[in-house]
């Protein structure tokens, strides 16, 4: 089998509303791009990353001359072609390695017949279980806003009738801390026996992030999500806290996976597909992570059902997945996925058992999808539609008022 030819699309998916986060909003849609890698069968593979539109485009398609006539199996020598550490220095090419690794782990499980779990070690189990994922949210097209205790209990209470969840992670960081203690609080009151997780995405000072930790100690906490920034404020608060800590923005490769092995800052890594160049160094450092007695957990940078499914096969296969994935996917109107949406099920997605990654494209959405991007175009992420003007330093030290709508 070899590579012929790589197709990029960008699409914008629209959510039920528009999310915010420390840096800023998703602004009622995910803008996302999507790779299809044909081989010489005739079989294509399919591949996504965040963002988009031509300058992504023209990414991928720029990677051809690296990618014509490779076999899609030989992914070690993909990665060394694509994105040697030392070349790299020139030209950060981990996400488009993801997706392009993706698209090949497709390729070779329908080359094969066989699903992408079961090239990557065989699945462990056949769903995956998911958090709620809670953010505070402008008011969309027919859905609340979400920015007080009350409102957030009762998003959280819908979310829970709707899918099962029996884990919420809080999106923090948009509102002063102790505010949002509070609605962490209320959540854990509507929610007995369910477990916790919160993450300011790092912009807490030190102060307020021991303050915070120390104030959540007795709650049913999976753990604190980068409440401050860096490894070395990690490693800080983790001495004088009772509350494990997790982190997604300073473990995502394995030079800081081995800082974090000699001098522990997080207790648990969550691995993202996109990040860490693909499904397969997350099995690695999973690996890692299993010898050192690390915690493991998947991470969502927002996704469709194309990078869902990475998401599904990862967590099928790693035996230390000890706690629930994170999905934005139940905010999402609609995919680009034949059949419609993934379900949810007693809080868990059934990891998909067709070859490769089990999901193929839905020609008429992306199509559809495609066309709103170009109407609607991208979005600032790190800016907040309800802010002008204001852009987010770390530590915050300017928060939104929570008695403002919006
Ligand atoms: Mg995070």
Redesign the pocket.
């Given at each position: 089998m070899k590579i012929v030819d790589i197709r990029a699309t960008t699409v914008a998916v629209p959510l039920e509303a528009p999310l915010r986060h420390s840096n800023g909003a998703h602004w009622g849609r995910f803008v996302r791009t999507l790779v299809e890698v044909e081989a010489d069968n005739g079989l294509v593979g399919l591949g996504e990353m965040g963002g988009g539109g031509e300058s992504a485009e023209a990414a991928f398609r720029a990677l051809m001359p690296y990618l014509k006539d490779h076999d899609p199996f030989q992914l070690e020598a993909l990665r060394f072609k694509i994105a040697n550490p030392t070349a790299s220095l020139y030209n950060n090419r981990t996400q488009l390695l993801a997706a392009i690794e993706f698209a090949c782990l497709d390729l070779i499980g329908q080359h094969l017949g066989v699903a992408a779990c079961d090239l990557l070690g065989g699945r462990m189990r056949d769903e995956v279980p998911f958090a709620s994922y809670l953010f505070f949210r402008y008011a969309g097209d027919g859905f609340d806003e979400v920015r007080t205790p009350d409102q957030l209990v009762a998003h959280a209470r819908a979310l829970k009738g709707e899918h099962g969840f029996t884990v919420h992670k809080l999106k923090g960081g948009v509102f002063p801390p102790d505010y949002e203690l509070e609605c962490y609080r209320a959540l854990a009151e509507a929610f007995p026996g369910d477990r916790l997780r919160y993450?300011p995405?790092a912009v807490l000072s030190m102060a307020e992030g021991l303050r915070f930790g120390r104030a959540i100690e007795h709650l049913d906490n999976d753990y604190l999500?980068?409440p401050v920034f860096g490894l070395e404020g990690l490693r800080y608060l983790r001495e004088q806290l009772r509350v494990p800590l997790a982190t997604?923005?300073v473990v995502v490769n394995f030079e800081q996976l081995a800082s974090n092995v000699l001098r522990r800052s997080a207790d648990v890594v969550?691995l993202d597909t996109t990040f860490w160049g693909g499904v397969r160094p997350c099995v690695k450092a999973a690996g890692v992570c299993e010898t050192f007695q690390l915690g493991v957990a998947v991470?969502s940078s927002g996704e469709l059902g194309v990078q869902l499914a990475t998401m599904l096969h990862l967590g099928a296969v790693l035996p230390n997945l000890g706690y629930a994935a994170d999905a934005h996917y139940h905010q999402l109107l609609d995919d680009v996925i034949e059949g419609g949406k993934l379900e949810y099920r007693d809080g868990r997605i059934a990891v998909p058992s067709g070859p490769g990654l089990g999901v193929r494209l839905d020609a008429a959405k992306v199509a559809e999808y495609s066309e709103f991007y170009r109407e609607k175009g991208g979005y600032l992420y790190d800016r907040d539609p309800g802010r002008p003007g204001w852009y987010a330093q770390v530590p915050n030290e300017r928060f939104a008022d929570p008695s403002h709508p919006g």
């Open positions: 993450d995405n999500e980068d997604n923005t969550l991470h």
